[in-house]
């Protein structure tokens, strides 16, 4: 996934919970999250899901 800017497993994640939001939220970073090595998650901004309800949105509507 080229988005993502960096990642952080889950037990990093737990241990870092706060600075992973605070680099998503106001750096507007997309942390990936892994478990055994493959990413299972993204964390992104809420802007960042907002804007792919809009294109998903408008797609709908094309279509």
Do not use: P, Q
């Amino acid at each position: 996934m080229d988005t993502v800017t960096s990642t952080v497993t889950t037990r990093e994640l737990r241990d870092r919970l706060s600075d992973v939001l605070g680099r998503t939220m106001y750096a507007g970073e997309r942390i990936g999250v892994t478990r055994n090595g493959k990413l299972v998650a993204v964390v992104v901004s809420v802007g960042d899901v907002e804007a792919l309800e809009e294109f998903e949105m408008r797609r709908d509507v094309a279509a």
